[in-house]
């Protein structure tokens, strides 16, 4: 009897470490995988679909929900509030009453400002926004805007972003720089354009201007 209770003892252990170390990077069971497993992503881990689901009908399950989509409303660290106007007519004439959010920004962003400018939009407005970038010289890219005339110095910073968010494929061929360039990227370069163009004298008399301009059109 003694004998056969050592046999079921070594035949029991033996069973334990096969089933427990068969795959040093898949362990056995988990009494609690949710104390286990991370709820967090792991963009390169596998998850296990004995352990978790994507499937939103299956919570409350005995598997663990996953939602790789982050929560709605929620903003990445750093990143600026988000911009809620739609890509139309509409949302473009709202867009004037946009304020930048960037007050003022250092010289270390001013010259970061200067180095996005000349990598995402120079080469259409050219280095100084006068439209004299390579490919508005080539000829084979039309109706590309020179930022330093009055019509663009009495642009309200919140029209300039939204034609950077949404770009302005209606009246030219520039696309959205939305996918290059975070929120605030778009408002440091509107912020450097501002120092391309000419002073405050100036920009009374382009409102005027740029008004009749709009009425006539």
């Known amino acids: ?94 867009s004037a009453t946009i304020q930048n959010p960037l007050d003022t920004i250092s010289a270390k962003d001013m010259a970061e400002a200067g180095r996005l400018f ?15 970038g390579p490919l508005a010289i080539s000829g084979k ?14 642009m309200a910073d919140g029209t300039m972003f939204h034609s950077i968010t949404y770009g302005r494929k209606n009246v030219g061929m520039m696309g959205s720089y939305a996918s290059q360039l975070s929120r605030k990227q778009r408002w440091m370069i509107i912020k450097y354009i501002r120092t391309l163009q000419p002073k405050a004298t100036t920009t009374a008399v382009a409102v005027t201007s740029d008004s009749a301009t709009v009425k006539k059109g």
């Open 1 to 94: 009897m003694k004998r056969l209770t050592y046999i079921t003892a070594i035949l029991v252990t033996v069973m334990i470490v096969i089933t427990s170390c068969d795959n040093k990077r898949k362990p056995g069971k988990i009494y609690m995988p949710d104390m286990t497993y991370s709820r967090a992503y792991e963009s390169y881990a596998a998850h296990d679909s004995d352990v978790f689901t994507l499937d939103a009908s299956k919570k409350g399950s005995s598997l663990i929900y996953f939602d790789s989509k982050p929560v709605a409303g929620t903003i990445k660290r750093g990143e600026l509030f988000p911009y809620t106007l739609p890509d139309d007519s509409n949302g473009y004439k709202m």
């Open 118 to 132: 000349n990598i995402n939009c120079a080469i259409c407005h050219g280095e100084k926004g006068t439209a004299t």
């Open 141 to 154: 890219v039309g109706a590309i805007a020179n930022l330093t005339l009055p019509l663009y110095v009495a």
